[in-house]
């Protein structure tokens, strides 16, 4: 059980272009969604958390318009970086807490690597 | 400022020895307790979690917890060269909003046949 699935697992695209990113939560339904990025040998960032049905909560210095976050259902979450540049590749990851654990563990599904060129 | 602290090693054993991975957390108030293994160029994976004072242990892994010091340690019996990997600590806070998690920078764990 808990299992998060990604899509696409990775992308290149142009400067300038849009990229969306899919995260799902496969057997448990997932109030909440964080999205994370993750550059080379450096720790987790988490850019923003995303709830079901509102407006995510972005962290500091994380632009809400380059990246935006839609929560439409209990089991999807997507992220769309605008615009990309190459300074935006890097590998995003999300994941979800399962609503009925009552607990606080978040499953992480495997990643996209993203390279804008 | 809920900071999560690691040793980033790198953490160099044997196979066959005893791991020790620790963690330490600054804010009191920390409710849950996490261990992730991320193996380089994947995402993390939950190995452990612990909420009481104490020891908890499953197959090979043994996560402690001591709330007083603020300390959470990770123990893995009998290592394995497939055990290599960097080891997040997480920590959450009950008061965090929507059960964000806190990650340390990680311990790079390497098991040498």
């Known amino acids: 059980g808990a299992v998060v699935s990604q899509h696409p697992s990775w992308v290149i695209c142009k400067s300038g272009t849009s990229v969306k990113i899919e995260c799902r939560s496969l057997?448990?339904?997932?109030?909440?969604m964080f999205w994370y990025r993750q550059f080379p040998k450096q720790s987790l960032m988490l850019m923003a958390t995303?709830?079901?049905?509102?407006?995510?909560?972005?962290e500091q210095g994380v632009e809400k318009d380059k990246f935006l976050i839609n929560h439409a259902s209990l089991t999807l979450s997507t992220l769309t970086v605008t615009s990309a540049h190459p300074e935006d590749s890097s590998f995003y990851i999300c994941?979800?807490?399962?609503?009925?654990?009552?607990?606080?563990?978040?499953?992480f599904g495997p990643g996209t690597r993203l390279t804008v060129t | 400022q809920k900071e999560v602290e690691q040793n980033s090693g790198p953490l160099s054993v044997p196979e066959g020895a005893i791991a020790s991975l620790n963690c330490t957390y600054s804010d009191r108030g920390s409710q849950s307790f996490f261990w992730y293994r991320q193996y380089s160029g994947k995402s993390p994976e939950l190995i452990m979690f612990?909420?009481?004072?104490g020891d908890k242990e499953d197959g090979r892994f043994t996560a402690q917890l001591n709330k007083a010091s603020q300390y959470v340690s990770l123990l893995i019996r009998d290592s394995q060269p497939s055990d290599s990997a960097t080891y997040l600590c997480?920590?959450?806070?009950?008061?965090?909003?929507?059960?964000?998690?806190?990650f340390g920078r990680g311990t790079q764990l390497t098991v040498w046949p």
């Open positions: 997480a920590v959450n806070n009950r008061g965090s909003t929507l059960g964000r998690l806190y």
């Open positions: 995303s709830n079901e049905g509102s407006k995510a909560t972005y």
């Open positions: 612990i909420y009481s004072n």
């Open positions: 994941s979800a807490r399962d609503l009925g654990g009552g607990t606080y563990e978040q499953y």
């Open positions: 057997d448990f339904q997932a109030t909440t």
